[in-house]
């Protein structure tokens, strides 16, 4: 499991001109998806 700060960081390189938090919402998002057991939507 990749740390959230981690994620917070790629997020804020991946969209650099994005609010603070509106990189925060996206990067837990991407952790949450990630902590899921099954894969299906």
């Known amino acids: 499991m990749v740390p959230y700060a981690e994620i917070f960081t790629f997020v804020q390189h991946l969209a650099p001109t ?3 938090p509106q990189q925060a919402n996206f990067a ?5 998806l990630c902590a899921r057991k099954s ?3």
Do not use: G, N, P
């Not at 837990?28 to 949450?32: D, G, L, N």
């Open 28 to 32: 837990h998002v991407i952790h949450a």
């Open 18 to 20: 994005w609010r603070k």
């Open 39 to 41: 894969r299906d939507l």
